[in-house]
Nanobody
Framework: QVHLVESGGDSVQAGGSLRLSCAAS????????MGWFRQAPGKEREGFAA??????????YYTDSVKGRFTLSQGDTRNTLYLQMNSLEPEDTAMYYC????????????????????WGQGTQVTVSS
């Protein structure tokens, strides 16, 4: 089992920045992928950033909607995942979720929620214009 706890959500003005954190505990050696997802009211949960954390070098993935604005990084122990969000827009307003996967579930892409076994409870990000 893996336990995930997100933090760092807040209310900011458009153009501002936030850094979200995701702390993983438990059987973290089984994690090969971690991702950030967000869900706005009335919309489906969407993945937008992911990182391969298995053996070898880490590899990051970003959708076009956040590329150049959001950046993933890991803590020293690789059990903490950070999401630096810059140039925030009102369209970024959502509940943000951290997820972790072992790589054993089938998925269409690294942004597919079905590919992740473990989820945090979410942290709210609100961007006002």
């Amino acid at each position: 089992q893996v336990h995930l706890v997100e933090s760092g959500g807040d209310s900011v003005q458009a153009g501002g920045s936030l850094r979200l954190s995701c702390a993983a505990s438990g059987s973290t050696e089984s994690i090969y992928f971690m991702g950030w997802f967000r869900q706005a009211p009335g919309k489906e949960r969407e993945g937008f950033a992911a990182i391969y954390t298995g053996p070898g070098s880490a590899v990051t993935y970003y959708t076009d909607s956040v590329k150049g604005r959001f950046t993933l990084s890991q803590g020293d122990t690789r059990n903490t995942l950070y999401l630096q969000m810059n140039s925030l827009e009102p369209e970024d307003t959502a509940m943000y979720y951290c997820a972790a996967g072992t790589g054993q579930r089938p998925r269409a892409t690294v942004y597919d929620p079905a590919g992740y076994e473990y989820w945090g409870q979410g942290t709210q990000v609100t961007v006002s214009s």
